[in-house]
């Protein structure tokens, strides 16, 4: 299904690009599902109120990853963190972006995240890049992913289309 939508700045977006007003035709490309990267079962599945307006985006400060077989470890690695070393019940992002230009569904557009505390979780999708940007933005391959994630999110009715991307430092 194409759709045309406009993505729109958001403050915090400019050094990545996401959120850069642009026109496009949106193709919402496959997203990895939890099948399909292995995830453990989730323990919570709290409703996320749809359309969020914000999108937080951090890093996971992991290993990156720039393959499929990779990235698939890696999103396994990351939940692993979450539910073993920090106790939470599920990976905290609804969705991670590897370097192989693919999207990994962690919690998904319908389940409330974990990944900025209580007053942004609720209205906010949690994106996160698998690997560590302190020194270096992730690469455009992994960049183009996210923006592909917003604009299918916008033309699916699960993003606003004023919607705006906030650094997770920011929130």
Not at 46 to 57: D, E, F, G, S, T
Request: glycine letters at 10%; charged letters at 15%; proline letters at 7%.
């Amino acid at each position: 299904m194409t759709r045309r939508c406009v993505l729109l700045p958001g403050p915090s977006s400019a050094v990545l690009g996401l959120g850069a007003a642009q026109e496009a035709s949106v193709s919402c490309i496959p997203i990895v599902p939890r099948r399909g990267w292995k995830a453990l079962t989730s323990e919570r599945n709290q409703r996320l109120r749809r359309p969020v307006r914000y999108a937080v985006v951090s890093h996971a400060a992991g290993s990156a990853c720039d393959t499929p077989a990779s990235c698939l470890k890696q999103v396994q690695n990351v939940q692993h963190y979450h539910v073993r070393t920090l106790g939470g019940c599920d990976v905290g992002y609804n969705f991670l972006m590897g370097e192989d230009r693919l999207q990994y569904e962690g919690r998904g557009w319908n389940t409330l995240g974990a990944h900025s505390g209580p007053t942004w979780n609720p209205i906010s999708l949690g994106i996160s890049f698998m690997g560590n940007y302190m020194d270096r933005v992730p690469p455009p391959r992994a960049i183009r992913a996210a923006q592909s994630l917003l604009a299918c999110g916008v033309a699916q009715g699960f993003l606003t289309p004023s919607y705006e991307v906030k650094g997770h430092r920011d929130v």
